[in-house]
């Protein structure tokens, strides 16, 4: 059993060559662009501050994430450009909540990209505490 879960680990890693394969990528890259189109819709004197905060906190999330990708020979520096990763995507959380109570965005969105965060950033946290299932 130990031995399947352990060639099923290695099978994965091979095959995984580019950041954009990644599921939590995928999941943050979805993430941001839901974010940019509901952002289409916050008043004009938003433009410069919590449009701007939200779009690039979101994007943050996966820039990182490519750059952890490219680190992951060196443990430390993946895991500390994972953590920026999470940070950003706590960060997108309570831009969310702002455009929330501004009334920018509905319950149901705030809802829903809440949870899609959450999720990002509990498989953020485990891919940081299993560093070297992800190493070469």
């Known amino acids: 059993m130990l031995l399947t879960i352990l060639f099923n ?3 994965c890693k091979m095959k ?3 950041h ?3 599921e939590v990528y995928k999941l943050s890259f979805d993430a941001a662009m839901r974010i940019f189109e509901i952002s289409k819709r916050f008043p004009k004197e938003e ?5 701007d905060q939200i779009r690039r906190s979101s994007r943050s999330v996966c820039s990182n994430l490519a750059e952890a990708f490219r680190k992951r020979r060196y443990p430390k520096a993946f895991i500390a450009k994972l953590s920026d990763s999470e940070g950003e995507a706590a960060e ?7 455009a929330n109570n501004c009334k920018y965005i ?3 969105e705030h809802k829903e990209l809440f949870a899609n965060y959450e999720h990002i950033i509990g498989k953020l946290v485990n891919m940081s505490l299993h560093p070297e ?3 070469w």
């Open 133 to 135: 299932n992800w190493s």
């Open 47 to 51: 433009t410069y501050s919590l449009t």
């Open 92 to 98: 997108s959380q309570t831009w969310l909540d702002f």
């Open 9 to 11: 680990l290695n099978r």
């Open 20 to 22: 954009k394969e990644l």
């Open 16 to 18: 995984i060559r580019s």
């Open 106 to 108: 509905t319950n149901d």
